[in-house]
């Protein structure tokens, strides 16, 4: 158990409505980063957050997609209006930033299907 | 831009055999390398990391890689598999000051343990 935990675990949806799932890191970790994973893929990078700022945004983060970090402590990634393609296992990982890298630790994801 | 490419999407080795999972990364500046580890519906756990210290790296359930500058390599080892490494196992990339603060991760290799 890394410490990083993800509600929930699975969601299924219809075409169309809107889900919000959430992440809560490790307590002391300042960074925090969601990434998606598709059948036979590797995660891909979405987004990351340095406390409550988000610094980085992947091109496949479209404009239905938004996260928050509010107060630097838990996230939320919401998705708007979801499509089928849109299923898929959305991870977050959590780091403390010390020098020129750090180690991601990730929560156990969140299972999307959208019906 | 970074990328990884992992060699043979299954891999299958007898219990007790040598287990090598091949990982070769493209990068302009010296990258840190990670292997993860995934289980069946469930998140990434860091098996080891490179980040320019020893070239060779031991990391837990006693896998471990080593970082080959001039063949840019980074292949995982374990001298003799156990059932319980049956899984998918991901090589990731990060490079610094590269614009991109999250992890590029290979498509994964599924090993096999034939008992």
């Known amino acids: 158990d890394t410490g990083v935990s993800q509600d929930p675990r699975h969601k299924i949806t219809k075409r169309g409505q809107n889900v919000t799932f959430r992440c809560d890191p490790i307590s002391e970790h300042n960074r925090l980063y969601w990434y998606r994973q598709t059948l036979g893929q590797g995660p891909e990078f979405l987004t990351y957050?340095?406390?409550?700022?988000?610094?980085?945004k992947s091109r496949l983060l479209s404009d239905r997609f938004s996260a928050e970090r509010p107060k630097g402590s838990f996230s939320t990634l919401e998705i708007q209006r979801t499509e089928q393609g849109d299923s898929a296992m959305y991870l977050c990982?959590?780091?403390?930033?010390?020098?020129?890298?750090?180690?991601?630790?990730f929560g156990p994801g969140t299972r999307l299907t959208v019906l | 831009a970074q990328s990884v490419t992992q060699l043979g999407s299954h891999v299958s080795v007898s219990e007790g055999a040598l287990v090598l999972l091949r990982c070769n990364y493209s990068?302009?500046?010296?990258?840190?390398l990670f292997w993860y580890v995934q289980y069946p519906n469930q998140g990434l756990q860091l098996l080891l990391k490179?980040?320019?210290?020893?070239?060779l790296v031991k990391g837990i359930n006693g896998f471990e890689a080593e970082f080959k500058k001039s063949e840019t390599s980074f292949h995982l080892t374990k001298p003799s598999a156990h059932m319980s490494d049956a899984a998918e196992y991901f090589c990731a990339v990060f490079i610094t000051g590269g614009g991109a603060d999250g992890l590029t991760f290979g498509k994964g290799t599924h090993l096999i343990i034939q008992p």
């Open positions: 990982a959590s780091s403390l930033r010390l020098a020129q890298t750090d180690t991601q630790y």
């Open positions: 490179y980040t320019s210290a020893a070239t």
């Open positions: 957050f340095q406390n409550e700022a988000q610094l980085e």
């Open positions: 990068s302009s500046v010296p990258p840190y």
